[in-house]
């Protein structure tokens, strides 16, 4: 897009947008937010890059192609799934352990692992057919 | 930090206490290892060569999971396993018993022929595109289809095996394919939005989506609830997802259009879906509204078997007439959904099992003929004998087993079924199986006799050369024949399986113990 105003705005934007997107997603385990919704401001974010400074930037920026992000978000989610097997507990069941870091406690669990699969599997089939999408209307 | 600053409270009315035995994961992990190969697959977009083995290996690793299930299912009876830890009817209850390990099982060799042909099949863009995370993950909505014991998780499963069908069946994105898709496509989704209504409706009845609470709740619900009008519409839905009569022109409209491994894969796994959902709801879940349709779902078998097999006489195109007989043969099931009993219901899973195996194979057989013959149409199909006479008698085994003449597979079912309808008089539905298989031998047999036997007319010493197939597409296709002419030959370990899984069907109190022990909570 040529709007000078815009382009330059838009990696400020982005990068807020990303890091929101992050909070929403940690967010999400006992409030408003999640994987589901994190991963979709994040899409927004890159689609707003997108229209700014063009497809092929964003494609560079995020280094992976969407869909292996997104397959990676899917195995990311089955594996949160299977740790319960050795805990001898069903499938899917969540699990927490509270590891010390820096001196703070910082709570880790399977169901967060399983949120992080969902913003990824979101964040790469979305922003896969944004791209495409953008790429093909910007001609 | 939740769980340290929580009161203390009774879990154990809430919760799965006990530690679960490692032989239980067995009823999860065909549905977490199909998701975890089918993503990893996805992730590794550079190396394409890779993905054909990765998938054939991860599909055998399907297979062997499956085949412990069963063994394990006929060892200690249904087996449970709870979503998150959370009692059913709350928590999603995966329940596993004979049925569903012997579709899973089925399904999964079905899938490893298919994996193994595709090798010489799905070309370096059928890779890119991505064959094989679709296949995983149409493997990954299969199994789960056939272990989950809840029946919105049912709709959900569905869900995930049409999203990877419709991958699969626009494979190539030719003009034709998409024509075959949208059919397909729109059909399938009207039939799963009804399914979805119609478990809402079950919903408001019942307060409960657990199979087992279904089943012992319906009883109590018999005079309130709309029962009759919930399971027409499950016939409606299923029936449209296995291809019965009224609503199966999408089949024939759309499987000769994508690719040889895909249509025999679509053949082999997705009607025998609806089917199963058919047998699991009528059968275990509203068995007193089955009897009251039973009229209705008998004429629906009885015209889905004449339409199929009249379709196949009409056709010329290989692929078309076998769209037909799986129509055809969807029919024999219903009918014998409609007789009821252990000979009926047995007889309705052993011949969706047989027609797993004999369709997929004789799709594959299609696939070699285009290949040998250059052409689908039966116009221009011809000298297949003379080219090679092996596959030409693989072929006409696999056309005796879905005639279900002997020694094959195909054979046995339809003598339970015909037996069984004799058993209460419906003299009518008997013929009609008679005759149907008497029209497909017809139809195979016209086949044979043009596409084999007739000698090609225009390229005299050419047509004689003997041709080469190769390993990758004969291995699978002499596997499943194999499997069906055992089955054919030796088939009392199967049906002892079978019968057991028609009566635990028909007196789910094995499976209700397992979901939930402690008797009626």
Known sequence: ?139 | MAVSTSPPADLSAALVLEPVAAADWLVILPVAWCLAIGALLVMLRRPIGLHPFIAVAGLAGLVAIDGLLLQHVIANGPVTMVMGRWLPPFGIAFTVDLTGALFALTAAVVALAGGVYSMADVNDSGRRYGFYPFLMLLMAGVSGAFLTGDIFNLYVWFEVLLISSFGLIVLGSEREQIDGAVKYGFLNLVATTLFLVTTGYLYASFGTLNMADIAQKAEGLRGTAPLMTLTALFLLAFGMKAAAFPVNVWLPASYHTPRVVVSALFAGLLTKVGIYALIRVTVMLLPVEREELSLVIAAVGALTMLVGVFGALAQSDFRRMLGYLVISGIGSILAGIAVGGPGGIGGAIFYALHSMLVMTALYFASGVAAQLGGSFSLSSLAGLYRRHAGFAAISLMLAFAVSGLPPFSGFWPKVMLVKAALDIGAWWLAAALLVTGFLTTIATGRFFLLAYWRDKADDGLAGTVKARIPAAILLPLVALTLLTLTIGLYPEPLLATIQDAAAGLSEPSAYLNSVFPGGVR
């Not at chain 1, 010390?100 to 057919?129: K, M, R, W």
């Open chain 1, 1 to 139: 897009m040529k709007s000078l105003i815009f382009r330059a705005v838009a990696p400020f934007l982005t990068s807020l947008m990303v890091l929101f997107s992050i909070f929403v997603l940690l967010r999400g385990h006992n409030e408003p937010g999640g994987g589901f919704i994190g991963g979709l401001i994040a899409v927004s974010a890159l689609a707003i890059y997108g229209i700014a400074c063009g497809v092929e930037t964003v494609r560079r920026a995020i280094y992976f192609h969407p869909m292996a992000i997104a397959g990676a978000g899917l195995f990311a989610a089955t594996i949160a799934g299977l740790i319960s097997m050795a805990a001898r507990v069903p499938f899917m069941t969540g699990l927490w352990i509270y590891p010390s870091l820096l001196g703070v406690e910082v709570p880790l669990s399977t169901v967060t692992l399983f949120d992080c699969g969902v913003y990824l599997v979101v964040v790469g089939a979305i922003s896969s057919i944004a791209l495409s999408l953008e790429e093909r209307g910007g001609e």
